[in-house]
């Protein structure tokens, strides 16, 4: 018998209990591209926010965090120029810094985010203009929502603290990290966890289950 599975993302996978414990709230800021030849994305939700700021995005180049948020692009009418070999904002930052310094890019992104692309692509040298587009924030959600034996899927350090603000945490439930930062914020918060092997929504609840 498969395990249930509670995925706590905005974004829902039909195989698994939806109950998203974070929100983006999409700003409402003036963007201006046009000494831009290319932009980053490091979540779907950056997609979703700066198409609702401007249709200007889709004519430049898109460099991609992963597959989840190159679907997104493509699905918005947007082009993806290259897709992260892993995942994660840092590998991201590192291979453009090493194969497409010269460009000039526009990295649209959250108030708070984990990873140290702006850090890796500044000592290098590239040329960034980033602009906070959206927020995160808490949903309330009911422990009673979640089945006894399941295996949680947090898909951010965001999920985690959003989590763990309202639920205390039960030895019967299963942890499962989309990926390293999120691993690292279960371990700030003492919660035994595994690490899906890909870092994909469909693939962590896949590994949830399968636990």
Known sequence: MKRPVVLLSPTPVAEAIHLPVIAPVFL???IDLSDRDAVIFTSKQAVYALEKLTP????LPAFSVGSGTSEAIRAAGGTVFYEASRAYGDTLAEEIAAGYADRRFFYPRAAKVVSH?????????????????????????????????????FTAPSTVACFCDQIAWQPQWVAVAIGDRTAEALTAHHIPHRTAPCPSLSAAVAFGAAI
């Open 117 to 153: 692309l702006e850090g890796i692509l500044a000592q290098s040298g590239v040329d960034l203009m980033s602009q906070i587009v959206y927020e995160t924030r808490c949903r309330s959600i009911d422990a009673g929502s979640i089945p006894p034996r399941a295996a949680i899927v």
């Open 28 to 30: 409402d800021v003036p």
């Open 56 to 59: 200007q995005w889709k004519k």
